[in-house]
């Protein structure tokens, strides 16, 4: 399996920028997509972005033209950039590695946009 831990979040003003971190470490070879999932108090978790192994990517409606979801194989990292924010996109944040076992999740970090 493998062990996620996200950093970045933080409190932004709206049109602002963040840019969030996902460190992955374990079975790494065996990660197929990778992605970033939000949950907004009393919302269901919704997938935001995600990017294969092969380096397709896909992104929630949205936040296309605002967020850019990149990795960098040598650091075993994705990031997810953040341009443009808006207080609806205030939300906890996880990361999510998909593989044999499922998904596996990191903690999660807040991300706060203030209008």
């Known amino acids: 399996q493998v062990q996620l831990v996200e950093s970045g979040g933080g409190l932004v003003q709206a049109g602002g920028s963040l840019i969030l971190s996902c460190a992955a470490s374990?079975?790494?070879?065996?990660?197929?997509?990778m992605g970033w999932y939000r949950q907004a108090p009393g919302k269901q978790r919704e997938k935001v972005a995600a990017?294969?192994?092969?380096?397709?990517?896909n992104y929630l409606d949205s936040v296309k033209g605002r967020f850019t979801i990149s990795r960098d194989n040598a650091k075993n990292t994705v990031y997810l950039q953040m341009n443009s924010l808006k207080p609806e996109d205030t939300a906890v944040y996880y990361c999510?590695?998909?593989?044999?076992?499922?998904?596996?999740w990191g903690q999660g970090t807040q991300v706060t946009v203030s209008s």
């Open positions: 990017i294969s192994s092969r380096g397709s990517t």
């Open positions: 999510g590695a998909d593989g044999y076992w499922g998904t596996e």
């Open positions: 374990g079975t790494i070879k065996s990660i197929t997509v």
